[in-house]
């Protein structure tokens, strides 16, 4: 009986505590804020394998994100890239397509040329004649889009620099799934300021059955050291993310591109 009744006291004074410290210490009872940001933006209106892919993209950052400890947002809406909503976000993820109006376009040079963060798959790099947007090619490396491998088919990626942080955990090289593989003219390893980090290996080639690579330097993840960005070329179909050893990579990725952890490449 005796114990009882010091249970009770004790919870008593277990109450009081916690509620004196919501009274003293109001800012504990809020959540803290998230120290890394993430936004990813795709549009839905496009092609299916494209927007397979961002729709397993957005699963797999969301369940990252919850290990690692960052915020992830994904949207639809290309209007969310403006300066006000930028603010907010440390990294962007686009995962299959680019903006299209040109306050969309303004808004995201300005937040990238002031210490924005940027992470591009696949399709978000293609431009063409129609594309008309300078920035962007210039902010890529100076890479423009010549052509691409067809059926979608998995290809052996080799490491071009193993001390990188997004290597860690990675072989010098491995099979990447399934993906449709693009090919670039001029090739962004030309530009002073780009990084390679993965390439695909010669010895895929051919590579394709109706479309072909059959020679050729192809980078397939890069980083143009004037910004915190990186350019990942996967991204088409719904095998992207079958790979633990590929997912790893994309984890090392989005963790490097953190503003806490970035370092630029020179
Ligand atoms: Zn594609």
């Known amino acids: 009986m005796a114990s009882r009744i010091i249970g009770r006291s004790t919870h008593c004074i277990c109450l009081l505590v916690i509620l004196g410290c919501g009274l ?15 936004l990813a933006v795709y549009s839905d209106k496009v092609e299916r394998d494209h927007l397979d892919f961002a729709h397993q ?43 299209h109006t040109a306050p969309q376009r303004k808004a995201f040079e300005q937040y990238m040329e002031h210490g924005g963060g940027w992470l591009g798959f696949h399709v978000a790099a293609y431009t063409d004649g129609e594309t008309g947007w300078p920035w962007f090619t210039s902010f890529l490396g100076s890479a423009v889009f010549s052509g691409n491998s067809w059926p979608p088919l998995p290809a052996i990626l080799s490491v071009d620099d193993e001390s990188h942080p997004i290597a860690r955990d990675i072989p ?16 962004p390893r030309l530009h002073a300021g780009v990084r390679v980090l993965l390439t695909l290996s010669p010895s895929n080639y051919p590579l394709g059955l109706k479309d072909t690579i059959v020679s050729g330097d192809v980078p397939v993840v890069w980083t143009n050291t004037a910004y915190r960005m990186l350019y990942v070329n996967m991204g088409h179909g719904d095998r992207i993310f079958s790979s633990d050893m590929q997912n790893q990579f994309f984890e090392n990725a989005v963790l490097w591109l953190a503003p806490a952890s970035f370092k630029p490449l020179r």
């Open 24 to 38: 003293f210490h109001p800012a504990r009872a809020q959540r803290p804020r998230a120290k890394y940001r993430v």
């Open 57 to 99: 993209a957005v699963r797999f950052f969301s369940t990252t994100a919850r290990k690692d400890h960052f915020s992830f947002t994904a949207t639809t809406n290309w209007d969310d890239l403006n300066t006000a909503n930028l603010a907010k976000y440390d990294l962007v993820l686009w995962l299959n397509d680019s903006p």
């Open 172 to 187: 010098q090289t491995f099979l990447s799934p399934s993906n449709e593989w693009y090919v670039w003219t001029p090739s």
